[in-house]
T-cell receptor, first 115, second 107 residues
Framework: DTGVSQDPRHKITKRGQNVTFRCDPI?????LYWYRQTLGQGPEFLTY????????KSRLLSDRFSAERPKGSFSTLEIQRTEQGDSAMYLC?????????????FGSGTRLTVV | RKEVEQDPGPFNVPEGATVAFNCTYSNSASQSFFWYRQDCRKEPKLLMSVYSSGNEDGRFTAQLNRASQYISLLIRDSKLSDSATYLC????????FGAGTRLTVKP
């Protein structure tokens, strides 16, 4: 499969627990993006990487959220001390920098439910 | 003001109808524009890019008016399979999405 892979597909966690999601982008894509989507809304930008460098972070990304891409390949998104408001679909996408006109390729997402 | 605003919808149309979606964006420095389609509980998928000259892909026509900061999508001869949420997307350094407009095509 040469698409964007996300793991896990679903995660149910108790409030206050930490969770970590993984994204494997398309191998030749050096840009990687994280978005969050809640019901009835479009995806909201969280952060993006070019290779291993995190170039932009949304103010939506509170101190409890951290993202890494240590080797410029896969990325992880960690949420510490989860809250019910963190329940959402977390989407990862990747692209080549020259493909601004061609859009991003999204993974299937990780659906987080905080109970 | 939101960065990208779309028609609230939902749109419920019969098969064969023509339907148009509108979108406005706030940042005049935006560089590129897209329409994405999202099926229920699935990831967004690129439908088409939007160019200043307007572009067409089969039954779908997209137009961009940079002066008015306005984007549109026209779907002709609607099919049942067109039922989905359509997301307007504006790219500056990264993609910013509208809230989406839900379309239901009925027999």
């Amino acid at each position: 499969d040469t698409g964007v892979s996300q793991d896990p597909r679903h995660k149910i966690t108790k409030r206050g627990q930490n969770v970590t999601f993984r994204c494997d982008p398309i191998s030749e894509h050096n840009r990687l993006y994280w978005y969050r989507q809640t019901l009835g809304q479009g995806p909201e930008f969280l952060t993006y990487f070019q290779n291993e460098a995190q170039l932009e972070k949304s103010r939506l990304l509170s101190d409890r959220f951290s993202a890494e891409r240590p080797k410029g390949s896969f990325s992880t998104l960690e949420i510490q001390r989860t809250e019910q408001g963190d329940s959402a679909m977390y989407l990862c996408a990747s692209s080549l920098p020259g493909e601004r006109s061609n859009g991003y390729t999204f993974g299937s997402g990780t659906r987080l439910t905080v109970v | 003001r939101k960065e990208v605003e779309q028609d609230p919808g939902p749109f419920n149309v019969p098969e064969g109808a023509t339907v148009a979606f509108n979108c406005t964006y706030s940042n005049s420095a935006s560089q590129s524009f897209f329409w994405y389609r999202q099926d229920c509980r699935k990831e967004p998928k690129l439908l088409m890019s939007v160019y200043s000259s307007g572009n067409e892909d089969g039954r779908f026509t997209a137009q961009l008016n940079r002066a008015s900061q306005y984007i549109s999508l026209l779907i002709r001869d609607s099919k049942l399979s067109d039922s989905a949420t359509y997301l307007c997307v504006v790219n500056m350094m990264d993609m910013r999405f509208g809230a989406g407009t839900r379309l239901t095509v009925k027999p």
